[in-house]
């Protein structure tokens, strides 16, 4: 992402269009974007948060689910589907006069055990959550049935469900024209602070990681681990993209008590 910074920046300056350098350079970081999952191994969501011990999950909001249309009317049940088949059915129970975060609990009640959490969002709306894995079957299948109250009675209604936008849309990213590479520029710029602010949490987990396996774990002599530790910490100095997955792909399932099991074999 420097190097595209540079160039973008450079031909920019010199008022310079095509060549295909910086094309093929947008490509190259689409094509590795797209592999943010399985390169991390599933810790790394589209919003750049890295959990250790969480799948990268996406976010999401339905139409009509906000709080204003939720909170209003009398007493109704509602049956909301996510993921389909009976087991993805759930039911919540509205009334008059419960307050916002009432509601909110009571769909985050609901719909976790089928792998769907509900919080609170900025604007008024129901703010959903599910495991990147699940949200093409949870987008496609999200409905609900009330009673005619605060949704449409009889079969179960679709709802549109929307993802969250993602940190980084280079797909987006154009090349075609001066002002197109302009606008180019500021998204790769901020691209990269998103990216930087990622590997240095990343860094931080890695660094928690060390510091308890050294207080928990005697001192192992180990043919060849200090020449791998100083390659990996190598690639992990240098800014970018590439070195965040490296390090997430590391940290991918690494807790204390996998590693003492592992030294108890010694």
Not at 40 to 46: E, I, S, V
Not at 182 to 209: C, F, G, I, W
Not at 237 to 244: A, C, H, I, N
């Amino acid at each position: 992402m420097r190097s595209l910074k540079t160039d973008l920046s450079a031909k920019l300056a010199a008022r310079q269009l095509r060549d295909g350098q910086v094309e093929q350079q947008v490509r190259q970081f689409g094509e590795t974007w797209r592999a943010r999952r399985e390169a991390t191994g599933g810790k790394l969501d589209a919003r750049l948060n890295f959990s250790k011990s969480e799948p990268a999950s996406q976010r999401f909001s339905v139409r009509g689910m906000n709080l204003a249309n939720l909170r209003n009317g009398a007493r109704e049940t509602l049956a909301v589907s996510v993921g389909g088949g009976t087991q993805g059915l759930r039911s919540v129970h509205l009334s008059p006069g419960l307050t916002d975060g009432e509601i909110v609990s009571r769909f985050d009640q609901a719909l976790a055990p089928a792998g769907v959490r509900v919080s609170m969002g900025q604007d008024g709306e129901l703010t959903f959550a599910t495991d990147e894995a699940n949200w093409p079957g949870v987008r496609d299948s999200f409905a609900v049935q009330g009673s005619g109250i605060r949704f449409p009675t009889g079969q179960l209604n679709r709802l549109k469900a929307e993802a969250e936008a993602p940190a980084l849309a280079p797909e987006n990213w154009g090349t075609g024209d001066i002002e197109t590479m302009r606008e180019t520029l500021q998204q790769v710029m901020q691209a990269l602070s998103r990216v930087e602010a990622a590997l240095a949490k990343v860094r931080q987990e890695l660094n928690d990681a060390q510091l308890r396996a050294e207080t928990s774990m005697p001192k192992m002599e180990v043919a060849g681990v200090e020449d791998i530790a100083d390659k990996f910490a190598t690639i992990a100095k240098v800014p970018g993209y590439q070195s965040l997955q490296a390090l997430t792909s590391a940290l991918v399932g690494i807790n204390r008590d996998r590693v003492v099991s592992l030294l108890m074999l010694r």
